[in-house]
């Protein structure tokens, strides 16, 4: 539950494609660093397994930016059944 917590808590700046032309987030580390890695982990720069990412990264000191190639859309489908 403390790694939850801890993951939502972590520092970032999201960035879209509209505004800033990719898709993607800066985590910043807390105890400072002067180096970053880019990391291209799965479609969602957000989603858990970007931010377990980030925080093994933050443990060796490294500040991270995910990116994804293109923002994640979630589509709906509705099925109608003819009864």
């Not at 800033?20 to 910043?28: H, N």
């Not at 105890?31 to 933050?58: F, N, Q």
Request: neutral net charge; aromatic residues 10%; proline residues 2%.
């Amino acid at each position: 539950m403390a790694d939850i917590k801890e993951m939502i808590q972590m520092k970032k700046r999201h960035f879209d494609v509209e505004t800033d032309g990719f898709y993607g987030a800066y985590w910043k580390c807390k105890t400072g660093s002067d180096c970053a890695m880019i990391a291209m982990i799965g479609d969602d720069p957000e989603d858990y397994l970007a931010r377990t990412s980030v925080k093994w990264l933050h443990k060796l000191g490294v500040n991270v930016m995910t990116m994804s190639p293109g923002k994640k859309i979630m589509d709906i489908i509705i099925i109608h059944w003819n009864v």
